[in-house]
């Protein structure tokens, strides 16, 4: 039998609390989504599908393109399957999409065949790590976005997935390996769920823009505070705020030593997420 999302819907209550919150707000989304999905053809789902892209790309790209010009570098490290990627792309960057997972690597190829051939496009099949190493990664089956290395993020997920998962190791360079290959980024990308602090402490050189993910969860938060060091470190100065779309959430860049509190005021414990953006 399957459970469709409007049975799901009179379930949320019951769901694990970190579950819940990730689906706050989103239901009649969802619902809406799955009755677009069930009653349309196959034609006009495989359209309304190429549309949610088309619309998500287009909201990455405009957001992007406050950072990123017309022929900057920018490293898109923990690239998965390359919808970031696309949309450096789409703003006019060279971009070095940095992904160990092999399938997330054949979808970045298959999405960007254009941009590989011309050239604006190398993947560099690695992890990134604080220095040159293996490193143990844990891959949810289906959810490739949630895939680290971290204890901490690991536990979190398992504690609301209940997901098939495996491990692979994979050989990891650092972030001033990437740039004796490539150059300095013009923006740099850092998205690798909770490993983003120990990737910093392998770069030693400030790209003129610089994003990693923070997460609000008390276990996970210890790697947000390390990475807001790690970037005043490099000589990083201001900094704003994402949340879960791509939107600057404050009219003001802060001073880097304020984004904590402002993190705290704004969220508390929430199991919330987004990118600090810093210059």
Request: with cysteine.
């Amino acid at each position: 039998m399957v459970m469709h999302l409007k049975q799901l819907y009179f379930l949320k209550h019951v769901l694990p609390q970190p579950l819940r919150r990730r689906f706050s707000g989103s239901w009649h989304k969802l619902l809406q989504w799955e009755h677009l999905r069930r009653t349309a053809s196959p034609e006009k789902s495989e359209r309304w599908n190429k549309m949610l892209q088309q619309e998500c790309l287009k909201q990455e790209t405009r957001f992007y393109k406050q950072f990123v010009r017309p022929g900057d570098l920018v490293f898109d490290v923990g690239a998965n399957i390359g919808v970031k990627t696309a949309a450096f792309l789409a703003a006019g960057a060279r971009v070095v999409a940095v992904e160990p997972i092999p399938f997330c690597i054949d979808e970045i190829k298959k999405r960007n065949q254009r941009a590989l051939t011309r050239g604006t496009l190398t993947i560099e099949a690695v992890a990134v790590a604080g220095s040159r190493q293996e490193v143990s990664l844990r891959v949810f089956e289906g959810y490739s976005t949630l895939t680290s290395g971290s204890p901490h993020f690991v536990q979190h997920v398992e504690s609301f997935l209940p997901a098939e998962s495996r491990l692979i190791t994979v050989p990891a360079i650092t972030v001033d390996d990437l740039i004796e290959r490539h150059g300095l980024p013009d923006f740099l990308k850092i998205d690798v769920e909770g490993m983003e602090a120990d990737i910093l402490t392998g770069l030693h050189r400030k790209p003129k823009f610089l994003s990693f993910e923070y997460h609000m969860n008390p276990p996970l938060w210890e790697n947000a505070r390390r990475c807001l060091g790690e970037v005043e470190r490099l000589g990083f100065t201001e900094a704003n705020l994402t949340g879960q779309t791509p939107k600057l959430l404050l009219g003001d860049w802060l001073q880097i030593t304020s984004v904590a509190s402002e993190l705290h005021r704004l969220f508390g414990e929430e199991d919330r997420w987004g990118d600090v953006v810093v210059k």
